[in-house]
């Protein structure tokens, strides 16, 4: 049985998915783990206003920090962000999120967030979680966060993006005449010319 202490506190919101589910309160974010078949807390800054759940990981955001429940080792991990919120995604084994100064990455793997600047400060447009990597792309520039080695790999582009897909275990980012996907096997990106 799991109680919110004696009925004081009231759940906000959950999310729910594969291994993993997280629920929060005002003061606190709960995360259960069907291997260890447990609920582990932890105390929140401030309430929450984003829940995911993807197969291994858990995520709950509040205005100022982003915070990641790992379900295989039943483990809460968070980190500070800044910039303006623009996206969010939990799939598989990857948390992604990204605002207007960063990408915030985290992986099953690793027991610390990874994050990546944009270069030349632009703004991105558009990324997800890619179950084993996460993809964020910004108008000359596409960055993959790899879950094997825990890094980000940055692909500069030719000419402005036109738009980008996130899938489970793959995603593409292209221009007008090129197509850049990244493979998570040998870990880098693979750019195809799409000709004239």
């Known amino acids: 049985l799991f109680s919110l202490s004696s009925g004081v506190a009231r759940a906000s919101a959950g999310a ?3 291994n993993v589910a997280v629920v929060d309160t005002q003061a606190k974010a709960y995360g259960y783990s069907t291997y260890s078949e447990r609920w ?3 105390s ?11 197969d291994y990981l858990g995520f709950v955001r509040t205005p100022f920090r982003l915070y990641s429940f790992n379900s295989t080792n039943d483990h809460w991990y968070w980190i500070n962000y800044n910039g303006e919120p623009l996206g969010e995604s939990t799939l598989g084994a990857t948390t992604l999120f990204w605002s207007s100064n960063a990408a ?3 992986a ?6 990874r994050t990546r600047t944009w270069e030349n400060q632009e703004q991105p447009v558009g990324g997800g979680s890619c179950g084993s990597f996460a993809l ?6 596409a960055y993959a966060f790899h879950s094997a080695s825990g890094q980000w790999m940055s692909q ?18 292209w221009t007008p005449h090129a197509v ?11 750019p195809v010319d799409l000709g004239l």
Do not use: K
């Not at 929140?44 to 993807?54: E, I, K, P, T, Y």
């Open 16 to 18: 729910v998915c594969g």
């Open 40 to 42: 582990t807390a932890v």
């Open 44 to 54: 929140l800054d401030a309430q929450g206003v984003s829940r995911l759940a993807g």
């Open 104 to 106: 915030y990455a985290i």
């Open 108 to 113: 099953s793997l690793w027991t610390t967030w």
């Open 136 to 141: 964020v792309w910004t108008p000359l520039h």
């Open 156 to 173: 500069s582009m030719n000419e402005t993006v036109a738009g980008g897909i996130t899938c489970n275990n793959f995603g593409l980012v």
């Open 180 to 190: 850049y996907s990244f493979d998570p096997s040998p870990g880098g990106w693979v």
